[in-house]
C-alpha cells in the first residue's frame, strides 16, 4: 500500500513537473511573438535584457536571440544561488526558447511592422508580454535576465525591488535613446514598461485572490458532510467554517474558479440554498 501511495505521489510530482515546462514552453512563445510583431518593428526599448539585445543589435547587427542568450548565460550562471536550482534549470529553459524563438520569427517576418500606430503596437505588446511573463513566473521560472540581474543587485544594494527594476530599465532605456537618437521612442519604451507590469500585476492579484463563500441553508450540516466526504472537493476550500446558530456556513476557498465547483455541491444537497460570496485577500485567512 506504501509502495503504491508513493508511486502516485511521482506520478503527480511528474504531471506537475511536465505542466509547468508546457507553460514555460508556451509563455516564451507567446512573448517571442509579441515582440516580433509589436515591439522590435518600432524599436521599443521595454527594458530588461531583451531591450538592452534591441540597442546592442542597432549597434552591432547581431541578431536580437544571440545577443539575449550571451548575456543571459552568464547572469544565470551568477545567480543560480538566487534562484535556486529548480527555478535555475526552467528559466534556462526559457531563455533559450525565447532567443531561439524570436530569432526564427525575426527572419520569417523580416522585420515587418503589423501595427502602424505606436502607442497601441507599445499597449498591445506591453500587454501580451505582460501576460506571457505571468505565465513563465507561475510555472516557477522567470524570464531570465533583468530578473536575475535585480536580484542579485538587491543582495548589494538596499533599494526595494521595484525600484531597482526602475533603475535598470531606465538606463536600458536612455542606452536606447543615445543609439536610436529618438525620444519619442523613450516615452513608448516607458508605455510598454507600465503595460508589462501592470498586466503582471493584475493576473497576480487575479491568482491570489481568494473567496469567502456564506452558505444558508437548513442543511448546512449535510453540506458540510458532502465537502469533507469527498476529496475533489476539499481540495478547493482553505478553510471550513462550522455552521452557526443561525444556520450559515461560512468557507473560503482557493480563488475565484472554484466558486462554480463549491455551488455545485451546495445546490446538489440543497437547491434552495442561498450563496453570497466576497473577495478576500490572503493576509485575511
Known amino acids: 500500500m506504501k509502495k503504491r501511495i508513493t508511486l502516485l505521489l511521482q506520478r503527480e510530482e511528474v504531471l506537475t513537473e511536465l505542466k509547468s515546462y508546457?507553460?514555460?514552453?508556451?509563455?516564451?512563445?507567446?512573448?517571442?511573438?509579441?515582440?516580433?510583431?509589436?515591439?522590435?518593428?518600432?524599436?521599443?526599448?521595454?527594458?530588461?535584457?531583451?531591450?538592452?539585445?534591441?540597442?546592442?543589435?542597432?549597434?552591432?547587427?547581431?541578431?536580437?536571440?544571440?545577443?539575449?542568450?550571451?548575456?543571459?548565460?552568464?547572469?544565470?550562471?551568477?545567480?543560480?544561488?538566487?534562484?535556486?536550482g529548480k527555478t535555475g534549470?526552467?528559466?534556462?529553459?526559457?531563455?533559450?526558447?525565447?532567443?531561439?524563438?524570436?530569432?526564427?520569427?525575426?527572419?520569417?517576418?523580416?522585420?515587418?511592422v503589423f501595427v502602424e500606430d505606436v502607442l497601441v503596437s507599445s499597449l498591445f505588446g506591453g500587454v501580451i508580454v505582460g501576460f506571457s511573463v505571468f505565465m513563465?513566473?507561475?510555472?516557477?521560472?522567470?524570464?531570465?535576465?533583468?530578473?536575475?540581474?535585480?536580484?542579485?543587485?538587491?543582495?548589494k544594494i538596499k533599494l526595494p525591488f521595484s525600484q531597482l527594476i526602475l533603475i535598470v530599465d531606465g538606463v536600458i532605456i536612455f542606452l536606447g535613446i543615445f543609439v536610436f537618437k529618438d525620444f519619442t521612442m523613450a516615452a513608448y519604451s516607458i508605455v510598454a514598461i507600465i503595460a508589462i507590469s501592470k498586466?503582471?500585476?493584475?493576473?497576480?492579484?487575479?491568482?491570489?485572490?481568494?473567496?469567502?463563500?456564506?452558505?444558508?441553508?437548513?442543511?448546512?450540516?449535510?453540506?458540510?458532510e458532502a465537502f469533507l466526504n469527498f476529496e475533489e472537493y476539499t481540495n478547493t476550500i482553505l478553510k471550513l467554517i462550522h455552521h452557526d446558530s443561525q444556520g450559515k456556513l461560512i468557507l473560503i476557498t482557493r480563488n475565484a474558479k472554484q466558486l462554480e465547483?463549491?455551488?455545485?455541491v451546495v445546490y446538489s444537497v440543497?437547491?434552495?440554498?442561498?450563496?453570497?460570496?466576497?473577495e478576500s485577500s490572503t493576509e485575511s485567512i
Open 199 to 224: 498586466t503582471i500585476g493584475y493576473y497576480i492579484k487575479k491568482s491570489t485572490t481568494h473567496m469567502t463563500v456564506f452558505v444558508f441553508s437548513k442543511k448546512n450540516l449535510l453540506i458540510q
Open 22 to 84: 508546457t507553460n514555460v514552453l508556451i509563455g516564451s512563445f507567446i512573448l517571442s511573438i509579441a515582440y516580433v510583431i509589436f515591439i522590435i518593428p518600432h524599436n521599443i526599448v521595454p527594458g530588461g535584457i531583451l531591450g538592452l539585445s534591441i540597442v546592442i543589435n542597432k549597434l552591432t547587427g547581431m541578431s536580437i536571440g544571440i545577443i539575449a542568450i550571451l548575456i543571459n548565460i552568464p547572469l544565470l550562471l551568477w545567480g543560480t544561488k538566487v534562484l535556486g
Open 136 to 155: 513563465v513566473m507561475k510555472a516557477g521560472a522567470t524570464t531570465g535576465g533583468n530578473d536575475i540581474l535585480v536580484r542579485i543587485l538587491a543582495t
Open 261 to 264: 465547483a463549491i455551488k455545485s
Open 89 to 112: 534549470v526552467k528559466t534556462a529553459f526559457s531563455m533559450v526558447l525565447v532567443s531561439f524563438y524570436i530569432d526564427v520569427f525575426s527572419k520569417i517576418f523580416e522585420n515587418r
Open 270 to 278: 440543497d437547491a434552495d440554498a442561498d450563496i453570497s460570496a466576497l
